[in-house]
């Protein structure tokens, strides 16, 4: 299941790492990807459908905008269903 929550600046404007099982995008590249864990200063991603880890720095992660949102709840279940 994904959960789509995103990092959010704290009080002084730094980003907080987001939660595993978080869906963000990579702003860096444009992937979305579930967060999987945190790795010394870096979030892990993955792709949404499964695939091969990334890390990414926190700050370079954003909130994906509804329709990567859709996209990814879409890739998600087509790969459930064997589409």
């Known amino acids: 299941m ?3 929550t995103a990092p959010t600046p ?3 404007g730094h980003p907080v ?9 990579d702003q860096r590249n444009g992937k979305v990807g579930v967060v999987m864990g945190h790795v010394g200063p870096y ?3 993955r792709p ?3 695939g091969r880890e990334w890390d990414v720095p926190p700050e370079d992660v954003r909130a994906p905008t509804p ?3 859709l ?3 879409v890739a998600v279940a ?3 269903w064997g589409r």
């Open 2 to 4: 994904l959960t789509m």
């Open 10 to 12: 704290d009080t002084g």
């Open 17 to 25: 790492s987001p939660d595993v099982g978080a869906l963000v995008v």
């Open 43 to 45: 979030v892990q991603l």
């Open 48 to 50: 949404p459908r499964g």
């Open 67 to 69: 329709t990567e949102e």
């Open 71 to 73: 996209s990814a709840k």
């Open 78 to 80: 087509h790969r459930r």
